[in-house]
Nanobody, 124 residues
Framework: QVQLGESGGGLVQAGGSLRLSCAAS????????MGWFRQAPGKEREFVAA????????HYVDSVKGRFTISRDNAKNTVYLQMNSLKPEDTAVYYC?????????????????WGQGTQVTVSS
């Protein structure tokens, strides 16, 4: 089993940056694909980015391409989401998730473990 904990959220002005971290417990972290999702009030949970177990493959939702970067450090059991050029529409609770599949998924149901989430608020 994997336990996940996000950190790094906060309040930032539009155009600013934040770096989210997701620390994982368990020795099997390096075998999981990892993803970031977000959920704004009144909206469904939305895929943001995913990375394969090796870090060699990444995938992003179109709205964050060129602004967000997902990465991982398997030695530290941590996955990151660097968010630049933030916009008010990026405001949401951000969740990291672990997927036992080989190919990182883009649908919440494909993920097996979830963190508790961290709030990101972007002011205009």
């Amino acid at each position: 089993q994997v336990q996940l904990g996000e950190s790094g959220g906060g309040l930032v002005q539009a155009g600013g940056s934040l770096r989210l971290s997701c620390a994982a417990s368990g020795r099997a972290f390096s075998s999981y694909a990892m993803g970031w999702f977000r959920q704004a009030p009144g909206k469904e949970r939305e895929f943001v980015a995913a990375i394969s177990w090796s870090g060699g493959n990444t995938h992003y939702v179109d709205s964050v391409k060129g602004r967000f970067t997902i990465s991982r450090d398997n030695a530290k059991n941590t996955v990151y989401l660097q968010m630049n050029s933030l916009k008010p529409e990026d405001t949401a609770v951000y969740y990291c998730a672990a997927d036992r599949g080989v190919v990182p998924g883009t649908v919440p149901l494909e993920y097996d473990y979830w963190g508790q989430g961290t709030q990101v608020t972007v002011s205009s």
